[in-house]
């Protein structure tokens, strides 16, 4: 089982370098239960882990960096890891559905500068959250999985959605008034 650095193969697509030991490999697989996006994201978090593979994985709790027993709630800590800006633009991309163009996430994401944003989404594509076509400003952008969408999604509080999709509405009237 591979992952760590992030590097890229001919087609553009994120691939990892680094190994897990097979005794930590065996027991992502057990706790993951055949589940391919939770045997990924435990595995990223043993690389992650700065204090090893041993912590991460333990059955009990003890430590803030222990991975959450569940797929939703590692998404969760995983979005929490994250620098505020790009959790933030996450979660602007998230209220937006699971594909979005770069405009329109920038329109709705006014507060920040673009550079802010490209930052944002670049660590977001790195980090392999989401999955870039294009450059922008006429890049779009997909989250990897429904799942990584819904917990981004849900981590905002009601008023913030609310907001969020006032302003998403906004950007989308002006440019087709119809």
């Known amino acids: 089982m591979k992952t760590g650095s992030v590097k890229h193969d001919e087609h553009g697509q994120t ?6 030991e097979r005794q930590h490999a065996r027991r992502i ?3 993951a239960d055949g589940v391919p996006l939770f045997v990924e994201e435990l595995t990223q978090a043993v690389v992650e882990a700065s ?4 912590l991460v994985l333990s059955a009990t709790p003890n430590s803030a960096r222990v991975v959450p027993p569940t ?20 979660q602007i991309g998230a209220a937006i559905g699971r ?3 770069y405009e329109l996430l920038s329109a709705a994401a006014a507060p920040l500068s673009q550079t802010e944003v490209r930052n944002a989404l670049d660590l977001l594509v790195e980090s392999g959250l989401l999955f870039q076509r294009g450059t922008p400003p006429e890049a779009s952008y997909a989250f990897r999985h429904a799942l990584v969408q ?21 950007p989308s009237s002006k440019a087709n008034p119809n």
Not at 51 to 54: K, W
Not at 71 to 90: G, P, Y
């Open 15 to 20: 691939t990892r370098s680094e190994r897990v």
């Open 29 to 31: 697989v057990a706790r």
């Open 51 to 54: 204090s090893g593979a041993e």
């Open 71 to 90: 797929l939703h709630a590692s998404l969760m800590a995983r979005l929490d890891r994250l620098v505020s800006t790009a959790k933030e633009v996450a």
């Open 99 to 101: 594909e979005f163009s």
């Open 150 to 170: 819904d917990a981004a999604y849900g981590m905002l509080l009601r008023k913030q959605r609310r907001q969020l999709h006032r302003d998403i509405a906004q």
